[in-house]
């Protein structure tokens, strides 16, 4: 009776093996390396510069693991944090030879030292909180006194659009600090323009002025208006940078608001640090313009701005653009990286209504000429895009050229994160060092290593060979719960260590459920195998109930939680499901193969030496 | 080898009001020193600015208390934090004053004080949104808890299972939140996580004698059992597993609060103390109220039928 069919023994068996495979990468650890990525979002790394680096290293003569080139960097593995450090320096000559324009990011980083069989099945250790591996901090300090400048300034297209509409004339608008201020040749005009205005902007108010026998409509925020305007400035920040750091891949990153005007952005074990700070620290804006053709071809400089067009080649050529920005940033709606009706790679980029409207306006006149996308970057505007308008475009339209797929990628991301409603300014950077992190993990090893050597000592010699099956069951469950959080890739914190100890101690419940059971079955009177059999069958029901309840209060807390809550919640929620299949198919099994082949079992060692009927009678 | 060989059950149930007039008290005197003392939240939930500073040598604190207090300091505090040499300094936030400017002035009277220098090492500022928005988030998990285990039980059992199941788990809570006040231990967010942990490490607890509490009523061969009697028996026949059980967890934590450093110790701390009482709650504080709600055996043999069904 105690037997499971083979298919249920090799389920279990593949199970294990599985959570075996998928621990494996954690033990691995990781090795001190260097890495090489572009500072500018214009320069590309190609397979080309392992040669660079290649050279680099040897002329240094610095011995390495191997250079490796991945996702637009290069990353060289190292022996030691010392040669890491050389190397660093080795690197920054060779790819930065002009100190003051970096053209390259060269940071110190780890790389899982685990074989590549593994990475290939998708095996990959966990990933370690800010205070197990050390990691970034960024704070991240929001401008809003930009943010309702910039507003200031897209009214004011608004309402160049607006007036036109409605056919009123007026003789200029424009920003006067935190005002707007309309011109306008006689009173009935402006009378006009204002209820127009009033109508469709209501965040502005407006007061009407008589200056040299020019009526003026000043118009202003209101306090509403600009408190909402800040707090939608934080808000689209901070979905500008999910987005921006989902881009870098890091697991659970922390991207929250802190006080009134600021964002912390924690990347825990971030192995692309250059990346990430250029990616953030990027306060890019973008700008739509039309070129200025004449200029251009002449070379003059009047009345244009002059921006460098770096191209696919490399080359950098200067193209004249008009002073006029036909849009901002902040009208994109977002950039995707698409294929084109003839399946070319190109770039579909969406605008708000009022982008899309500004966007038909200029096009419709424009056909045949052409257009810049620029990106100001450290206040260095360079231009990413000058493609010729081939017809009129709405709110959607595509960027067509001879790309690449990778470049349409890049250029959408670049697009995409041109859209910050207010700039921001890193004014702290706090970077956790991996030595705290290596005592936080000592610590947290240790007491679960001790906590589960005494429970084991403990259940053997309580429960004998029973003891020992639990013991086996609560190994597999502790494979199984670490498999599983390398599997999904969760971030695992200090508090994440003590839910995986706190939980392992909560599982032996099951297994103490099951021999108690089975312990009182005998006691009954039943015979080894049945005792056995209704052991685990019984106590199953009472597992069950157990572990829902715990594990509704787990997922509460996954819910609500922050931070270190969270991070305990997950364990924990994965820890009770693990400990259910483990205590009761693993122990099982474990069970069975040890008695359940045997016809005429005497006695099962699971440590009872007392029996009602020997001691007393009831 | 084996603990506990009872020949007949122990009669928990007659003893019940003393153990219910003891819960009462220490669940009073919780409540009181929670009203008197409050909890001493961490930064994660008060706001303000953090500043970790490391010597060469070890200081003294008290002058340095003193030259922060001289300056127009109030509601500091400074503390040992990990070794001798690191020192963390507390500050309440304050309305008009960054964390730069915070930090600045304690820098300049941190330079004031005599003997060895200073180094910063740390500045951490925590809005009070933030905190606030951790306080009611913390709230709403609580109260999602407690609805989430009361619907569970009042589906898989009864409803006055499920009712006295979370007032002994809500006295356990009360009860190690009641300790965090009296000794004016740092309640962070590890704390609350393990406070919530304990809810239902708790209730886990009491679900295993409510189970057996129905399994018995069921039993047909205990069918002249009076209530009193059948929950003395579920509690005398599960008291084994109950023990063994806890000692195992309690094993794991011990562990925890010995080996985990300065950062588990309250989180361990408040789970040791929440396997205390939860241990002792689940016994004789849910099964009382339980047989004082009205449990019947009526209410468990819901159709004859069914009644040779597994519990499962």
């Known amino acids: 009776m105690n037997r499971y069919p083979l298919w249920k023994n090799l389920l279990i068996l593949v199970v294990l093996l599985f959570g075996i495979l998928y ?181 502005l108010q407006l007061v009407d002025k008589t200056e ?38 890091v697991a659970e990153p922390v991207i929250q608001q802190q006080g009134a005007d600021r964002i912390v952005v924690q990347l825990p074990g971030v192995q692309d640090v250059a990346k990430a700070k250029s990616l953030i620290g990027r306060t890019a804006t973008l700008e739509v313009r039309m070129v200025d053709e004449a200029a251009t071809q002449s070379g003059s400089s009047v009345g244009v701005d002059v921006i460098p067009e770096r191209r696919r080649d490399g080359s950098v050529i200067p193209v004249a653009v008009k002073k006029q920005i036909v849009l ?30 500004i966007m038909r306006d200029v096009t419709r006149d424009s056909v045949g000429k052409r257009m810049a996308i620029i990106l100001y970057e450290r206040g260095k505007g360079e231009a990413i895009s000058v493609a010729t308008i081939q017809g009129e475009f709405g709110n959607r339209f595509q960027i067509t050229g001879q790309f690449s797929p990778d470049e349409t990628t890049s250029l959408a991301i670049l697009i995409r994160s041109g859209s910050l409603a207010a700039p921001m300014d890193i004014i702290e950077e706090r970077t956790i060092g991996p030595s705290l992190g290596a005592d936080n993990i000592a610590k947290g090893f240790k007491s679960t290593m001790w906590g589960f050597i005494a429970i084991a000592i403990f259940m053997v010699i309580y429960y004998m060979v029973f003891g020992l099956v639990s013991v086996i069951a609560l190994g597999a469950n502790l494979l199984l719960l670490l498999a599983l959080l390398s ?55 009472t597992i069950l109930d157990s572990n829902v309840t715990t594990l509704i209060a787990g997922i509460a807390l996954l819910i609500f939680g922050s931070g270190p809550v969270r991070g305990f919640a997950v364990v924990h929620c994965l820890g009770i499901l693990t400990s259910m299949f483990s205590s009761v198919l693993v122990s099982r099994m474990v069970t069975n193969f040890i008695y359940g082949g045997r016809r005429k079992l005497q006695s099962i060692a699971i440590g009872q030496i007392w029996r009602p009927a020997a001691d007393t009678q009831e | 080898m084996e603990f506990f060989r009872i020949k007949k059950d122990i009669p928990f149930m007659r003893h019940a009001l003393i153990f219910n007039v003891i819960s009462l008290i220490t669940f009073v005197a919780a409540v009181f020193f929670l009203a008197t003392r409050g909890l001493h939240f961490s930064i994660e939930f008060t706001g303000g600015t953090v500043l970790e500073v490391n010597y060469a040598t070890a200081p003294q604190l008290e002058p340095i208390r003193k030259a922060l207090s001289n300056d127009g300091f109030v509601d500091f505090q400074v503390q040992n934090f990990g070794s001798s040499r690191d020192v963390m300094i507390r500050l309440p936030n304050r309305e008009g004053e960054s964390s730069a400017q915070i930090s600045e002035r304690v820098k300049a009277t941190l330079a004031k004080v005599e003997g060895p220098t200073a180094e910063l090492r740390r500045v951490e500022f925590v809005g009070p949104q933030v905190g ?51 000794f004016q231990w740092e309640f962070s967010l590890p704390v609350l996580a393990a406070v919530l942990a304990v809810l239902g490490y708790s209730v886990n607890e009491s679900v295993v004698v409510f189970d057996r509490v129905r399994e018995t009523f069921r039993n047909s061969r205990k069918r002249g059992l009076s209530v009193e009697e059948v929950i003395d028996h579920a509690i005398t026949s599960t008291i084994s597993r109950t023990m063994i ?65 597994a519990v499962v």
């Open chain 2, 245 to 309: 059980t806890h000692g195992s967890t309690e094993m794991m934590v011990l562990s925890m609060l010995v080996f985990g450093g300065p950062t588990l110790f309250y989180f361990a701390l408040a789970l040791t103390i929440g396997i205390l009482f939860g241990i002792y709650s689940s016994v004789l504080v849910a099964a009382p109220l339980a047989k004082w709600l009205g449990v019947k055996r009526e209410q468990f043999i819901i159709q004859p039928k069914k009644k040779e069904e």
């Open chain 2, 132 to 182: 606030k928005e951790l306080a009611s988030d913390g709230g709403l998990a609580l109260l999602l808890v407690v609805a989430g285990i009361v619907a569970y039980l009042a589906v898989r059992f009864e409803w006055r299972l499920a009712v006295s199941a979370i007032v002994a788990n809500l006295h356990d809570v009360v009860i190690i939140l009641g300790f965090f006040a009296f």
């Open chain 1, 328 to 357: 901002t940033g902040d009208r994109f709606n977002g950039a995707d990286a698409t294929f084109d009706s003839n399946q070319q790679p190109a770039v579909a980029v969406s605008l708000d209504a009022a982008g899309g409207r």
């Open chain 1, 487 to 541: 599997l999904l890739q969760a971030t695992l914190t200090l508090p994440g260590i003590a839910a995986i100890a706190f939980t392992l101690g909560m599982a032996i419940d099951a297994n103490v459920l099951i021999n108690e059971r089975i312990r009182e079955e005998l006691r009954n009177g039943s015979t080894p195998q049945a005792a056995i059999a209704a052991g685990y069958e019984r106590a199953f029901g």
């Open chain 1, 23 to 203: 621990t494996l990468p954690n033990y691995f650890g990781e090795v001190p390396a260097v890495q090489v990525s572009s500072a500018k979002s214009t320069i590309r790394l190609s397979e080309s510069a392992l040669a660079t680096a290649e050279k680099a290293l040897s002329d240094a003569r610095i011995s390495h693991d191997g250079v490796f080139f991945d996702n637009n960097s290069v990353r060289v593995r190292l022996g030691s944090t010392d040669a890491q450090i050389k190397a660093k320096d080795a690197l920054e000559h060779a790819f930065n030879p002009d100190p003051k324009d970096p053209g390259h990011t060269v940071a110190l980083n780890l790389l899982s030292a685990s074989p590549k069989w593994l990475t290939a099945i998708h095996a990959l250790p966990m990933y370690l909180g800010l205070d197990l591996r050390g990691g970034v901090h960024f704070l991240l300090q929001v401008d809003m006194k930009g943010a309702i400048t910039k507003r200031l300034d897209s009214t004011t297209g608004d309402m160049r659009t607006m007036l036109r509409e409605k056919d009123i004339r007026h003789g200029g608008i424009v920003r006067d600090g935190e005002s707007l201020v309309v011109r306008f040749r006689d009173v009935a005009t402006r009378d006009k323009a204002r209820n127009v205005i009033r109508d469709r902007l209501p965040d």
């Open chain 1, 212 to 249: 040299a026998d020019e009526q003026l409509i000043v118009g202003t925020l209101t306090e509403q208006a600009k408190r909402r305007i800040q707090e939608d400035a934080i808000k689209q920040n901070i979905v500008t940078l999910h987005n921006r750091i989902n881009e870098l891949g």
